[in-house]
């Protein structure tokens, strides 16, 4: 199967998740006002722009196993790779949020 990517979709689910960062961050308290910053603090909505690309990328990656008919052996392999891509970090985030609550780095 050949492996299919579209950059710019990759470029803007960058950039969505930045963005939400961003908002997390209150980034848009550091600027005195203006576009930038209206932007800034509407950064949770690129939630949905992220979640919505991911999902267009997922179709696309693994639309071709499951168009004639879903099997317990497609589904298998692609769970088995969904949590390989995602728990290794999910864990490492994890153990490093604990870590910094225990040391009381960081209060919520």
Known sequence: MKKQEIYSLTGLRGIAATMVMFYHFNASHLLAGGAFANL???????????????????AMTYGSRFDKAVTWREYRIFLVRRIARIYPLYILTTISAGILITAHWMDH
């Open 40 to 58: 800034l603090g509407h950064g949770y909505l690129m939630v949905d722009l992220f979640l919505v690309l991911s999902g267009f990328i997922i």
